[in-house]
């Protein structure tokens, strides 16, 4: 079977492309194409980077861009566990002119929503401001956090977080008010979009 490497490669020949040409339309550096083409993700500044170049690369290939980064993610998400040029990205990097910042999630999420989003951003270095996903647990705010926590470890861990809430109450708790409340909180939530 091809890895991810070898399909993109295969893909791009069979459209008889070359990293050059496709430079020209994506303004992806050859090296950046050769790279994802020879599994060698040691060029980019982060999972973000390699992700986003990934992305764009799959879909000028015409590929299913959802499961190419599902089989990126199987292939080469333990390389990514902390990404090998955050310290220099944070502490010394110009930014290329922009500000120094962290993304941050905020509005309607709560520990059930929390996979998706993780899955959408394709790690877990980001800030949450969950107010009543956190403050809105029927048994108080420290069981929110406590919840929030515990979906955290269910997706790291790679446990679906209906099977990880059967040993941490919290998280049960949590699934089953949010779950069986949700229309009314998007009802709330489109209220206080308005």
């Known amino acids: 079977m091809k890895n991810l ?3 993109l490669l295969s893909q791009r020949k ?6 050059e040409t496709l430079y020209k339309s994506l303004k ?17 500044d982060s999972s973000v980077h390699a ?7 799959a879909e000028a290939l015409g590929m299913n861009v959802e499961e190419t980064l599902a089989l990126w993610r ?8 902390e990404d090998f040029a955050s310290h220099i990205i944070l502490e010394e990097d110009s930014w290329r002119g922009m500000k120094k910042c962290c993304p941050i999630v905020s509005g309607g999420l709560n520990p059930t929503k929390l996979k998706p989003f993780i899955e959408v951003m394709g790690e877990v270095n980001f ?3 969950m107010g009543a996903g956190v403050h809105a647990h029927p048994k108080g705010t420290n069981a929110g956090a406590k919840a929030l926590v515990q979906s955290m470890e269910a997706y790291q861990k790679g446990i679906d977080i209906e099977e990880y809430a059967k040993n941490h109450k919290e998280l049960k708790e949590a699934i089953e008010f949010f779950t069986k409340n949700k229309k009314e909180i998007e009802e709330l939530e489109k209220i206080e979009r308005c």
């Open 5 to 7: 490497g070898e399909i």
């Open 74 to 81: 199987r292939e080469f998400g333990y390389a990514f566990k």
């Open 14 to 19: 069979k459209l008889k492309q070359t990293p």
């Open 28 to 44: 992806i550096h050859p090296k950046y194409i050769k790279a994802l083409e020879n599994n060698d993700y040691s060029v980019f």
């Open 51 to 57: 992700r986003g170049f990934l992305k764009i690369y």
């Open 127 to 129: 800030i949450t401001t």
